[in-house]
Nanobody
């Protein structure tokens, strides 16, 4: 089982930037798709971005709401995944989670290892 630990959350003003990190344990990190999800109070957890493992060529996917503002990446030598978030908006406020999947799916149910989450708050 893969253990995940997120970091990098915080409070920023509208238009600001943050970079989230996700540290993963385990030797099979490179095989997993790494995904970032977020959950705002009273809302369901939603897909933000993912980067596929080597099996699928490392392709990236983004939700429409963050495309062009957020960038997902991974460093397979360090078992790290990142989410660079630029031009942040108040509606980006949520707890952000990283997760792993054995598929390239964007569905929450297809991710089987989750971190504890990191809070991102964007003030207007």
């Amino acid at each position: 089982q893969v253990q995940l630990v997120e970091s990098g959350g915080g409070l920023v003003h509208t238009g600001g930037s943050l970079r989230l990190s996700c540290a993963a344990s385990g030797r099979t990190f490179i095989l997993y798709t790494m995904g970032w999800f977020r959950q705002a109070p009273g809302k369901e957890r939603e897909f933000v971005a993912s980067v596929a493992g080597v099996t699928w060529g490392g392709g990236t996917y983004y939700s429409a709401s963050v495309k062009g503002r957020f960038t997902i990446s991974r460093d397979n030598t360090k078992n790290l995944a990142y989410l660079q978030m630029n031009d942040l908006k108040p509606e980006d406020t949520a707890v952000y989670y990283c997760a792993t999947s054995r598929t390239t799916s964007t569905a929450v149910g297809n991710y089987d290892n989750w971190g504890q989450g990191t809070q991102v708050t964007v003030s207007s």
